[in-house]
């Protein structure tokens, strides 16, 4: 039999909550050799939400080591050097295939097996791939996916080698949108495609929606809504040739991006720790029904304080301040300490083109609109507010500045009474300013 590796503490997944998990232990004192992460990616923890941005950028691209974590957070960089000048042992390409919670040991794909004191999962999600909706045609060449660098790397060559054909965006969410700048900023013809009635469903309603829909339109992008693709047709070398809808019609298209929602990856924990809605259920410190293990990240399922109400959220601020939120509880435990509950406000944000927006607190109740007149469509600051029971329950906010993004966040936080939209609408920014 071999011997299991010994480790105080094991994160599995080097990602974004990864990178961050890293950071909270050095900070709140760590020994060599106590902490190990594993990854399948190659590269260091990196800012995942530079790939659908800057990394595709036809001018002065990001690259790593640019942005490795915690740069997005205005943190030190945290370079492969980093990790082994704090004794953290950064075991990346591989994959922990198999875990025993009993014996509190992991499997790499090498074979090696290491034995845990705390673990630490943070393996972040996968996209969901229309070739699990059997989506016809869905193996042909020329249709990617976003995830990580790899995905990247494909992108960007795709980019390069197109030749004036157009493009497909699969998807209206954030990263449809994203991607569909990206490639109109490389001179490619986009067609966007999603099923929903407006850009952003989950969060937009069709009047936010209609001004980034008619900006997008003003870039070159066309906007198909309302339809799916129903097959792919593919040329005698088994690329994508054109794209075939629902609504009938169709798109001649050699270059294929879906970003159609993700999953988490709960593997190869599964079924040896409680789930909830999806993700791997977790107190207010992120430890998970096993005692020594805690989950952070995309694959949480945490108590949302604020709302009463338990949530699984795939977004990077969430993935940052689990991580360190879990690590600070491990770190307290071990002194017969508790940290304060995990408290957190959700927050979402996007960029393309010279947009920017963020939104923060829970949309529901009622959207009420500021600071659009029905003007056509240009680079102006405007948002909304979100009410439900005469209280504000979430605020947006397009080309904010930081201050003002702070506002924003302060409604959502403290969620005021109002007692007529009409102080909202006719006050705006202003609304958020006086609270
Ligand atoms: P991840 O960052 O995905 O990291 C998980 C890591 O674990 C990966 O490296 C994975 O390879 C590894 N892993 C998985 N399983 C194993 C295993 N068994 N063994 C070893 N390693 C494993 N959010 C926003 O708020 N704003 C944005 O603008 C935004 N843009 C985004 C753009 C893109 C292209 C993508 C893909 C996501 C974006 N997100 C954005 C979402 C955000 O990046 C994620 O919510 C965040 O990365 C989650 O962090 P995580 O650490 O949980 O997972």
Not at 227 to 237: L, Q, S, W
Not at 293 to 310: E, H, L, Q
Not at 328 to 346: F, H, N, R, S, T
């Amino acid at each position: 039999v071999m011997a299991a590796i010994l480790r105080k503490y094991i994160v599995v997944g080097g990602g974004v909550a990864g990178g961050y998990a890293a950071r909270e232990f050095v900070k709140l004192g760590l020994q060599p050799g106590e902490l190990t992460i594993f990854s399948k990616e190659a590269a260091a923890p990196y800012e995942r939400p530079a790939l659908s941005k800057a990394y595709l950028f036809p001018d002065a691209p990001a690259r790593l080591p640019g942005f490795h974590v915690c740069v997005g957070s205005g943190g030190e960089k945290q370079l492969p050097d980093w990790y082994a000048e704090k004794g953290i042992e950064l075991k990346l390409e591989t994959e922990i295939v198999k875990a025993d919670v009993e014996n509190k040991t992991l499997t790499t794909n090498k074979g090696d097996i290491y034995e845990y004191g705390t673990l630490i999962l943070a393996t972040g999600s996968t996209f969901l791939n229309l070739a699990d909706f059997k989506t016809p045609g869905a193996d042909a060449k020329g249709i990617y996916y976003l995830r990580d660098i790899g995905d990247a790397d494909k992108i960007v060559e795709a980019i390069k080698a197109s030749k004036g054909d157009e493009a497909v965006v699969v998807g209206g969410g954030y990263i449809g949108l994203e991607l569909a700048a990206c490639l109109t900023m490389n001179k490619i013809k986009v067609n966007m495609v999603f099923p929903e009635p407006c850009l952003m469903p989950r969060l937009f309603t069709p009047e936010l929606a209609s001004f980034y829909e008619r900006y997008y339109e003003g870039k070159g992008v066309n906007i198909i809504k309302g339809t799916t693709v129903t097959a792919f047709e593919k040329d005698d070398n088994g690329h994508v040739s054109k794209v075939l809808l629902k609504n009938g019609s169709s798109v001649n298209s050699t270059f294929v991006v879906v970003g159609v929602g993700a999953r988490p990856l709960l593997a190869p924990l599964k079924g040896l720790i409680e789930e909830e809605k999806g993700g791997f259920k977790v107190d207010a410190s992120f430890k998970t029904s096993n005692p020594n293990v805690y989950a952070v990240g995309d694959i949480a399922t945490f108590p949302m304080k604020m709302y009463g109400d338990s949530r699984r959220v795939e977004h990077v601020d969430h993935a940052r301040k689990s991580a360190m939120q879990a690590v600070q509880a491990i770190k307290a435990a071990e002194k017969g300490e508790v940290v304060d509950e995990y408290d957190y406000l959700p927050f979402f944000y996007s960029r393309s083109f010279n947009l920017s927006w963020q939104f923060y607190g829970d949309n529901v109740g009622e959207t009420v609109l500021w600071g659009r007149n029905g003007a056509a469509a240009s680079e102006s600051k405007f948002g909304a507010y979100w009410v439900k029971d005469n209280k504000v329950m979430g605020a947006f906010l397009e080309g904010g500045s930081p201050d003002e993004n702070k506002l924003i966040a302060k409604v959502a936080r403290e969620q005021p009474t109002v007692n007529s939209t009409d102080e909202l609408v006719s006050g705006g920014l202003g609304f958020a300013s006086k609270i």
